[in-house]
């Protein structure tokens, strides 16, 4: 059988995991949209983690983030397991540990304590300024890493971690390449934020609508550079500029807001959770929807 994940640290852990265990013929990555949407092809019986149930799968693993304020219920009578986790690699490690016995992935605390952090965002500033060890694996393999190959990429880690110790992991020569280059990028992300980026209130927004390549980078870059602003906005093109794609965060270093991001971009034709959403607004208002999303998430706090 086949499993299916997601291209990120989560996704990663999951297959070191489920490999461990599970015959697995290949590796399959796609986005949970493609998924729920149906596009992505799921024959019956592969295995599915961190990523949206679907009805052919054999197996499923699938977490709703803490923060989550809204969760589906799951369907009756699938295998696997599904619930509140830090990471859906948590839940993967706890089924086959009841299977297995305690301790069967030992070998394998550190990688899976760092990806709780990240894929539940609880990382220090220091983690984003000066990221080490699985928290800078993680980084290396956010899809913004336009070094090509990102398959492979995935497909080397999750052989590597498995057959070698993380140390040995974090030194080896795609690893290096790939933290290199990520250096370099959020140098020039990081001035892009600060030339395009303006604070309204406790609302940073980040306007790349000017910009015609936008460089990629942490994407939690941004709260360091305005620690006081409690949500940022991001706003960029959408496809042949029909629309403007409004994207808003929390500060992750600052969890004072109580306000629910996801919410909020619904009553602008998105979505998201409680933490991180996105919507698409009109492009030829004059930004009078923008004003009035930005108005609502200064009055939400
Ligand atoms: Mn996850």
Redesign the pocket.
């Known amino acids: 059988m086949r499993l299916i994940t ?1 291209g ?1 640290l ?2 990663l852990t999951c297959a070191v995991f489920i490999t461990s265990v599970e015959r697995v013929s290949s590796i399959e990555l796609t986005h949970p949209q493609e998924l729920t949407d149906r596009k992505f092809p799921v024959e019956p019986g592969d295995i599915i983690a ?1 990523l949206p149930y679907h009805p052919n799968a054999g197996l499923w693993f ?2 709703h ?1 803490l923060t989550d304020s809204n969760p589906q219920p799951p369907p009756e009578g699938f295998k696997g397991s599904y619930g509140r986790a830090r ?3 948590r839940l993967v490690h706890d089924y086959y540990e009841e299977i297995k016995g305690k301790g069967f992935f030992a070998k394998h605390a550190e990688l899976l304590d760092g990806t709780d952090r990240l ?1 539940s965002a609880l990382l220090t500033e220091r983690d984003v300024l000066n990221p080490e060890r699985v928290i800078l694996l993680g980084f290396t393999l956010d899809s913004r890493s336009g070094l090509g190959g990102f398959r492979d990429y995935f497909l080397f880690l999750g052989m590597a971690l498995r057959s070698m110790t993380l140390d040995e992991v974090l030194e080896s020569d795609p690893v290096k390449e790939r933290v290199a280059k990520m250096r370099a990028d959020d140098a020039a992300f990081r001035d892009a934020l600060l030339a395009n980026s303006k604070a309204l209130g406790n609302v940073v927004v980040t306007d790349f609508r000017h910009v015609d390549v936008i460089p990629t980078g942490n994407r939690f870059l941004i709260h360091t550079l305005f620690p006081e602003c409690t949500i940022s906005v991001r706003l960029q093109w959408g496809p042949q500029r029909k629309v403007v794609m409004a994207t808003a965060g929390h500060n992750i270093f600052d969890r004072s807001s109580w306000s629910n991001i996801g919410h909020t971009m619904s009553l602008f034709g998105g979505g998201g959770h409680r933490g991180a959403g996105s919507a698409p607004l009109p492009a030829d208002d004059g930004d009078a929807k923008l004003r009035e999303l930005i108005k609502e998430l200064q009055a939400q706090g």
């Open positions: 997601r990120d989560d996704g961190n699938d977490h983030e990471s859906a690699a894929d």
